[in-house]
């Protein structure tokens, strides 16, 4: 897993190009969005990496992806969660210093729910392990090796982490293009458009959580990590291109949440943090019985926290993603609802996480959970 492996792709005239990101191993999500989208085999799916892991149907997903590139136009690209799978396939040289860590503290792993499907026990041995696998899984070794890097048109690239320029990308180092964090943040612009995945959109915004794609037009870079799995709030995005030419992108999302429909009015705040992974230490200063009164340290703000989303470890107390920012919200609005408490609702409208203090009516639907 050395160099970049590029990939290039005619599509046809006003051919619809399909972009999601970040699946790991969602299945039900990623039925849903492709159900909402109305996929078609006429479509041409390009899957920007990390399909696998985190999640728990990892393999039942791995095996959906399989069937349907026999019958539509699909792009599978490795990210970095999908890189170690095939890494341990192929090689040993991460067993002491990832695998033997990894496994025993990811039940979830691809790897060990193709261990337990097969029946084998002994899975603290790696050697034998891979062994197993290999043998085992011979059709799913073999399509994983198949995947490339970048996927490059004449106006359009797919990557999963991101590429520091669009020339000499062939001798990229490939994990480098799997696992590049913050790719935003690097400054880079491009004269075709780049369409990523791999960090959460969310981490970007330290005022307003936001899962929806970012489009960056003047850099020409979109970011499409939607947070599926890794969020409670978290939404499989599907990024949509009428044509390979076209710069009219559309999006749809799916994140299994109940809909429910609000009664009032509600202005947004002027003032609000989005508190994110990696920035989410907290000083406790009153408990409450839903929600707790908390600093975060590391910008003095003081806000209450969902109970259930404070962690108290070696790090000492932090929190999942929390925000108190306050919806723009309008009478009809449908949004998704992520925790109701006696105060408040914490809801989403079009991506953005943030609570609402109206009314809202009965749910409307219960959609698949995660």
């Known amino acids: 897993m050395d160099q ?12 619809r190009i399909i972009a999601v990101s970040d699946i790991h191993g969602n299945l039900p999500f990623f039925q849903a969005l492709m159900d909402r989208i109305h996929l078609t085999p006429q479509d041409a799916l390009i899957l920007v990496g990390d399909m696998l892991e985190k ?27 999908d890189g170690l799978v095939l890494r341990f396939f192929e090689t040993d040289i991460l067993d002491g210093t990832f695998f033997s860590h990894y496994l025993p503290h990811h039940p979830e792993s691809t790897l060990l729910q193709m261990a337990r499907e097969s029946g084998f026990e002994q899975t603290e041995d790696l050697p034998r392990l891979r062994a197993h696998l290999r043998t085992a899984y011979p059709d799913i070794w073999s399509w994983l090796s198949n995947m490339a890097t970048i996927l490059e ?27 590049n964090d913050a790719f935003l943040h690097q400054g880079h612009s491009f004269d075709k458009w780049v369409v990523v995945g791999h960090w959460p959109v969310t981490l970007y915004n330290p005022r307003v959580p936001s899962a929806a794609p970012i489009l960056l037009p003047e850099r020409k870079i979109a970011s499409i990590d939607g947070g599926c799995v890794l969020k409670a709030d978290g939404q499989l995005n599907a990024l949509i291109l009428p044509s390979e030419e076209s710069e009219d992108f559309s999006w749809q999302a799916w994140d299994g949440l109940p809909q429910v429909q609000a009664l009032d009015a509600q202005t947004s705040s002027e003032h609000s943090i989005n508190i994110r992974w990696g920035h989410s230490a907290l000083e406790l200063l009153e408990e409450g019985e839903e929600t707790s009164l908390c600093r975060h340290l590391e910008s003095g703000w003081v806000l209450p926290i969902l109970n259930q989303y404070l962690r108290q470890d070696s790090r000492g107390l932090w929190c999942e993603d929390s925000t108190d920012y306050r919806l723009p919200v309008f009478p009809g609005d449908k949004l998704s609802l992520v925790q109701s408490t006696r105060h408040g609702f914490l809801c989403k409208k079009e991506g953005v996480t943030g609570w609402y203090y109206g009314r809202i009516s009965d749910i409307m639907n219960v959609d698949i959970k995660k």
């Open 4 to 15: 970049a492996i590029i990939i290039h792709p005619t599509f046809s005239p006003g051919q």
């Open 153 to 179: 048109t004449e106006h359009l690239v797919f990557v999963h982490g991101g590429v520091p320029s669009l020339s000499g990308m062939e001798h990229l180092n490939r994990w480098h293009c799997m696992k």
């Open 55 to 81: 999640g728990r149907d990892s393999l039942a997903l791995l095996r959906y992806l399989m069937e349907l590139s026999k019958t539509h136009q699909l792009y599978p690209l490795c990210g970095n969660c």
